[in-house]
């Protein structure tokens, strides 16, 4: 026990002393709070759009290259290590970071969303176009960009934890360019205090507006009241039940759920596939596939600076602050889980798999609300727009057996939830310690307390208090993205200088020239 006191080091006091006054003024000033966060986060994205979209960009071409060349046979760890998990474990565990609530969330709100209010101001809303820009829009923002930013975080990670066998603190990636080999030195510590405050921001947003979409559902299901009352409550059995898998350990609770969560998820997709319009679906997945790859480069480099607008802001630079934001809980979580595998191995199952069954999702879910407003005259985009929580169980109410899959996506979505604060919290200690494999108990316990306290609070305080904290975080992604260019700049030379290319041999001269 008192090895792991003195663990706890200036990270997480500095760390757990801002994030107490930030929850603090967001549920007692949650007005005051949303308009500061608004104001600065509206600056950043005004100001430095550009760069965010540009930083994505680099991000996945700079994975290409590494799994093209001769860097993609590198190994995550030793040459005779081997992966740690198998593979549908592996991709179980990518999702349970935090984005398999998320799509449960969005995989029917985003394109609904989108065919209300078109994404160009060219395509008429609530049309057979704008349901075609819909697709094609919602597959770009949970395809391989979005991955990209995991990606990159996850593989430097992994990188100086398991080949060159550093801690796996964000500092510690930057460490050969800044010159500071000690996690205690004050630009190092700045740096994961930074990473630390916007990952248990994140996580306690999303954990928060996760327990409001299983209100929701239940008040859709059984009728049970929409109010501060029921969230308090699902609030406290989440946090007892996350806590609970914490002190398990990776290789039990996250990868037991993790597993969970994947065949649940695949069950009810296939279900929805099955009992939705199936053509339809078939037809929309690969015409929004087309549109996806055919207009990659121009929907990954669009702004609005002669129409004006602010679509792209809210929507596409929004996706890319908040994945440049949670990347340092995302990749941290995916290099802990990514041992043995080599570079090429990690970008295929990282930047690949995710995102195409993300499509998949998508195209089931929301191909079928949008099959049911086009053809069956339902209004489930005019519902989506008044309550973005009730997207999928308005398109549940009709199909069959609605009853049992409302039940299912509610069991799903607190697994999910389960997971995400679980392997945050687990990220969390690990950042605020030593960045070690394996993070003290007393300390993990700590954070799952505080997320699940941070989280309450804000639940009283309002839906304000919970959207200003997670704008308040997505701020932090501005000095993320030179981190995350500088972190690619010092993995690119450490590979160059650890596989140099082969020697060019010169041909020999034949006799007589």
């Known amino acids: 026990m008192k090895k792991e006191k003195k663990s706890l080091g200036l990270v997480f006091y500095v760390s757990a002393a801002i994030i107490t006054v930030l929850v603090l003024i967001g549920a007692f000033l949650p007005a005051q709070f949303s308009a500061g966060a608004n104001a600065a986060f509206g600056f950043t994205t005004e100001s430095f759009g550009w760069l965010y979209l540009l930083a994505v960009f680099f991000f996945v071409l700079f994975l290409l290259f590494l799994a093209l060349t001769r860097y993609g046979r590198v190994r995550l760890g030793g040459d005779d290590d081997r992966p740690e998990y198998p593979f549908f474990t592996w991709i179980g565990m990518l999702f349970s970071a935090g984005f398999g609530v998320g799509l449960v969330f969005w995989g029917i709100a985003e394109p609904m969303s989108h065919f209300f209010t078109s994404p160009e101001a060219s395509t008429e809303p609530l049309t057979e176009q704008g349901a075609r820009l819909a697709m094609a829009y919602s597959f770009f923002h949970w395809g391989i960009s979005q991955w990209s930013v995991f990606a990159i975080v996850g593989l430097i990670i992994a990188y100086f934890q398991f080949r060159r066998k550093e801690n796996g603190l964000i500092s510690t990636s ?195 609300a949008l099959h049911l407003d086009l053809f069956q ?77 941070i989280t309450l609070v804000l639940l009283v305080a309002g839906e304000n208090g919970l959207e200003a904290l997670q704008t308040a975080s997505l701020v932090s992604a501005l000095p993320f993205t030179i981190i995350l260019i500088l972190m690619v700049y010092t993995l690119f030379r450490l590979l160059r200088k650890e596989f140099p290319a082969p020697p060019i041999r010169k041909a020999k001269k034949r006799s007589g020239e």
């Open 377 to 453: 005259g339902t209004n489930i985009a005019e519902a989506v727009n008044d309550d973005i929580t009730s997207a999928l169980f308005v398109t549940f109410n009709e199909l069959p057996l609605s009853l049992v899959l409302s039940i299912l996506a509610i069991s799903l979505i607190f697994t999910f939830l389960i997971t995400s604060a679980d392997s945050a919290t687990y990220i969390i200690s690990s950042m605020t310690t030593t960045g070690g494999l394996n993070p003290p108990l007393i300390v993990r316990i700590i954070w799952g307390v505080l997320i699940g306290a």
């Open 174 to 368: 930057l460490s050969p360019l800044v010159k500071e080999r000690s996690y205690k030195k004050p630009l190092n510590q700045t740096i994961d205090i930074l990473a630390v405050i916007a990952t248990v921001m994140g996580v306690a947003t999303s954990v928060g507006l996760g327990v409001l979409q299983i209100n929701g559902g239940l008040n859709s299901v059984f009728d049970v009241p929409n109010n501060g009352a029921t969230q308090l409550i699902i609030m406290v059995v989440l946090t007892a039940l996350f806590i609970i898998s914490t002190t398990t350990g990776i290789d039990r609770g996250i990868k037991w759920l993790s597993n969970v969560n994947l065949g649940v998820a695949l069950l009810l997709m296939l279900f929805v596939f099955f009992a939705g319009p199936t053509v339809f679906i078939l037809e929309t997945f690969v015409l929004g596939l087309g549109d996806y790859i055919t207009n990659f480069v121009r929907y990954s480099l669009r702004l609005q600076p002669y129409q004006g607008g602010t679509w792209v802001n809210d929507w596409t630079i929004f996706y890319w602050a908040w994945a440049i934001a949670w990347s340092p809980f995302v990749g941290a979580f995916i290099a802990r889980v990514s041992k043995g595998r080599t570079i090429r191995e990690f970008i295929v199952g990282v930047l690949i798999v995710p995102p195409v069954i993300a499509i998949l999702w998508i195209a089931v879910f929301g191909g079928t």
